[in-house]
C-alpha cells in the first residue's frame, strides 16, 4: 500500500494569511484595513490556493473517475443517489492506491449556472471511512433542472491540486442559457449581500481578492453566521462562464476568530467573507457563494467582468 493521500475538502482553499494577498497590479483601496491587519481565515486546515495544479493529461494517467446513478437515469425533480468511484490506475483489488486522510467534498453545477450542490463530508453517512478506502462515494441529490450538469471533485495530491471534471446527464427540462446580472448588491429573506471586488476591475493573470459584505434587510448587524463546514463560507466560482471549470473555493472573515464574533464596533451592520483566486481567463465569471445562520443555508449569486490580460510594454 503507498502512503496516504492527502486530500483537502475543496482543495483550491481561498483563505490565505495577508502577506500572500497579492496581484498582478495594485489593488483598490480597502478602506477596513483588512489585508493588513487581518487573517482572512480561521481554519484548521492549511491554504491550498498558491499550490500548483495537476494538468488534466496527468489526472487522466493517473486516476479514473466512474459515477453510477442509481434509480438510472437521472431525472430532474427525482431523488437520486450517484455513486461516485476513483480508480488509481495501476492498483487492483478494488482499493485506491493511496488512501484520503481528509474528507472530499464534491460541487455539482448546471451548466447555466442556475443550479448548484455541494456536499460536506458529514454527508456521507456513518460508512465514510470504508467509502474512502475503497475511493467509493455515494451523494443524494435530486436536480431541478435538466440537461447537462458538471460534478467537481478535487483533492491534494503530493503537494498538487488535481481536480476532475465529470459531465452529468439529466432528463427534464431543458435549462435556459445563463442569465448575468452584474449588480453588486443581491438581497436574500432577511439578508443583503454585497460583493467587491481588488482590483476593482480585475483582469486574466490577477490575484482576485473578493470580499462579500452581509447585512440584514433591516439594517440590523448579522450575528448569527455559523460555520458551514469546514470553513465559514464555500464559494463556486464559475470563470468565463464555463461550468466544466468550475472552481469550489474557501472564505473566511476577519470578524471570526476560531468561529467567535470579535467585538462589535459601533455601526457594525455584520460580517464580511473573504476569499480570492487566481483568475485564468477573461470574460463573465460567476461566484456563488454559500453560508450558513441561524436561520439557514443560503445561497447568492454574484456576477463580474473580467478583463483581458494587460498588454506587455516594450
Not at 435538466?146 to 481536480?163: E, Q, R, S
Not at 476577519?254 to 464596533?265: A, D, G, L, N, V
Not at 460580517?271 to 450558513?292: I, T
Request: charged share 25%.
Amino acid at each position: 500500500m503507498k502512503p496516504w493521500l492527502l486530500i483537502a475538502v475543496g482543495a483550491v482553499a481561498a483563505c490565505a494569511p495577508a502577506t500572500a494577498l497579492r496581484t498582478a497590479r495594485p489593488v483598490a483601496p480597502d478602506p477596513d484595513g483588512v489585508y493588513e491587519r487581518s487573517r482572512c481565515c480561521e481554519l484548521e486546515d492549511p491554504t491550498f490556493h498558491h499550490l500548483k495544479t495537476v494538468s488534466p493529461e496527468r489526472v487522466a494517467e493517473r486516476f479514473r473517475f466512474r459515477v453510477e446513478p442509481e434509480p438510472g437515469p437521472l431525472i430532474a425533480g427525482r431523488e437520486s443517489r450517484l455513486h461516485l468511484f476513483i480508480e488509481e490506475r495501476g492498483v487492483t483489488g478494488g482499493e485506491l492506491g493511496t488512501l484520503p486522510e481528509r474528507r472530499p467534498n464534491f460541487l455539482i453545477v448546471s451548466e447555466n449556472l442556475e443550479e448548484l450542490h455541494h456536499f460536506h463530508p458529514e454527508d456521507l453517512g456513518p460508512w465514510q471511512e470504508a467509502a474512502l478506502f475503497e475511493g467509493r462515494f455515494t451523494l443524494p441529490v435530486a436536480f431541478r433542472l435538466g440537461g447537462p450538469h458538471w460534478l467537481i471533485v478535487d483533492f491534494l495530491d503530493k503537494g498538487t491540486i488535481v481536480t476532475a471534471s465529470l459531465r452529468l446527464e439529466v432528463q427534464g427540462p431543458a435549462q435556459e442559457p445563463p442569465r448575468w446580472e452584474f449588480a453588486p448588491t443581491r438581497r436574500l429573506p432577511g439578508l443583503e449581500a454585497s460583493l467587491t471586488t481588488a482590483p476593482e476591475t480585475p483582469r486574466a493573470g490577477d490575484l482576485l481578492n473578493g470580499i462579500v459584505a452581509l447585512a440584514t434587510d433591516s439594517g440590523e448587524p448579522v450575528l448569527d453566521l455559523r460555520r458551514h463546514g469546514n470553513a465559514l463560507a464555500h464559494v463556486a466560482l464559475v470563470p468565463g462562464g464555463d461550468a466544466a471549470a468550475t472552481r469550489h473555493l474557501h472564505g473566511g472573515g476577519q470578524e471570526h476568530s476560531h468561529f467567535r464574533f470579535q467585538e462589535i464596533h459601533p455601526g457594525y451592520r455584520g460580517p464580511k467573507l473573504y476569499f480570492n483566486d487566481s483568475l485564468r481567463r477573461e470574460g463573465p465569471h460567476r461566484a456563488l457563494v454559500q453560508f450558513r445562520t441561524g436561520t439557514g443555508l443560503h445561497t447568492v449569486t454574484f456576477d463580474f467582468a473580467v478583463a483581458g490580460r494587460e498588454p506587455e510594454t516594450p
